[in-house]
């Protein structure tokens, strides 16, 4: 233990003994120091948040004139409307406006998940391979990115276009934007709906009897 | 029968290596540890399977659910840097003091318009919280005008000149970020506007910041 015990055992016949004072063991009470120390760290502990927040990046086209045209074929259109609605069509609306072509959808697990991850089934399973190779430790990080973004890139992957009409909510574009990383869909813009499209919806409601 | 007794052995017990790893813990987290300045307005931000970071030197637009948007920089010499460029030219500033400018530097996110900002620089904490609640935010519509697009103009410069300047100083800092956190039920419509004023403002790049949701694939 800490303390050294310097009275006794020292007496003896000792001619020069100067007088000291009378040393006290130098054992302390160490618990009060120990509470606070204990206190402080709970304290602490409690305060500290290690987490940074997480984020998805957004990198959103500059304003341009010409428009990139998208292969009718490639193309799934999804437009974010109120109440956690989802309408989507496959192709191009413009040569037939009209309510029948468009259909509803939810962020459910079987909603539009499950549509996006039909259109896109040769890139999911595509990179099915690659992943199970990552998972393996056989390929390294940046080579997997470079095979990920290869298969993803791909000319005939789909291409979704988020549009958002006026009632849409962000935590509507955001579960969207996530559900483009789960179904590996690395094509996609987000754009507002076009006053065609509002028309359609309008039409859609009313005839579903949607409010 | 006889009791057996056993030696008893004092009941003190040496603390010490105790009260050093307590005490190194103590510092560990002292040290760690920073102190956000409270947060004028309750964000519920959306979740998401999002993994990646948001780095420290970000800008960050908080907008609430009623769409009120609260302008934030990190980076104390930023901050003192926006306030006085800033100052020097919207006469609706007025002029600020260095004490103005040095409390501005410290303060979390606000949502004041030109003509309050100084007023709720020098308020205290309780009046802040009350300018807090009403508030109508920094306004982004451009009639009559839209504020916003100076903070972040003019914020955006300085994050980044302070940037180059502790960079060739050899300091280890990161590159200005732009982060938007906005609750989920705000409407998209606002986010947008916002995002467009900051492409205005020759922003590219946008952190969306959401919680993370646990959730296999």
């Known amino acids: 233990m800490a303390d050294v015990n310097t009275e006794g055992g020292g007496g003896g ?29 709970t304290f602490f502990m409690l305060t500290t948040t290690f987490s940074k927040p997480k984020v998805i990046e957004l990198t959103p086209p500059v304003k341009t004139n010409d428009s990139t045209k998208i292969k009718d074929t490639l193309a799934l259109t999804v437009i974010l409307s109120g109440n956690n609605k989802v309408y989507y069509y496959n192709g191009s609306l413009n040569q037939n406006p009209d309510s029948n072509n468009i259909k509803l959808s939810d962020f459910s697990d079987n909603g ?69 990383n789960i179904c590996d869909v690395d094509k996609y813009a987000l754009i507002d709906a076009s006053p065609a499209e509002n028309n359609v919806i309008k039409d859609y409601n009313t005839k579903h009897n949607i409010k | ?9 004092s009941p003190s017990i040496d603390m010490t290596p105790m009260v050093d790893l307590a005490f190194l813990l103590v510092t560990f987290f002292m040290l760690t540890t920073k102190f956000r300045p409270d947060e004028p307005v309750t964000v519920t931000i959306p979740f998401s399977l999002s993994q990646t970071k948001l780095p420290d030197n970000a800008t960050t637009i908080n907008i609430d659910s009623a769409g009120r948007v609260f302008y934030d920089m990190d980076g104390k010499d930023a901050r003192a840097a926006l306030l006085s460029t800033l100052a ?96 989920g039920n705000a409407k998209y419509k606002v986010i947008k506007q916002v995002i467009d004023i900051c492409q205005k403002a020759g922003i590219q790049h946008f952190d969306l910041i959401t919680s993370m949701k646990m959730k296999a694939k």
């Open chain 1, 13 to 41: 016949g000792r001619h020069h003994q100067k007088k000291r004072a009378k040393k006290l063991p130098t054992r302390i009470d160490m618990t009060p120091l120990v509470d606070l120390g204990f206190l402080l760290l």
């Open chain 1, 112 to 180: 539009i998940r499950k549509v996006i991850f039909d259109r896109n089934y040769f890139v999911v399973n595509a990179l099915k391979p690659i992943d199970a190779e990552h998972q393996n430790k056989q390929v390294n990080d940046t080579t997997y990115e470079k095979m990920k973004q290869k298969v993803q890139g791909d000319k005939l992957a789909l291409f979704v276009i988020i549009k958002t009409d006026s009632l849409a909510k962000y935590v509507n574009v955001i579960s969207m934007l996530d559900e483009m």
């Open chain 2, 1 to 9: 029968m006889p009791k057996v007794k056993l030696p008893r052995s």
């Open chain 2, 88 to 183: 020097k030219s919207v006469p609706a500033i007025g002029p600020v003091t260095d004490e103005e400018i040095f409390r501005f530097s410290v303060m979390g996110a606000f949502g004041q318009p030109f003509t309050q900002i100084r007023a709720y620089v020098d308020a205290g904490e309780t009046e802040r919280k009350v300018m807090n609640t009403q508030t109508k935010g920094i306004p982004i519509d451009s009639v009559p005008h839209d504020e916003l697009l100076d903070w972040v103009t003019y914020g955006n410069s300085a994050a980044f000149s302070d940037y180059n300047a502790k960079k060739s100083a050899g300091q280890n800092v990161n590159i200005p970020r732009f982060a938007i956190k906005a609750d």
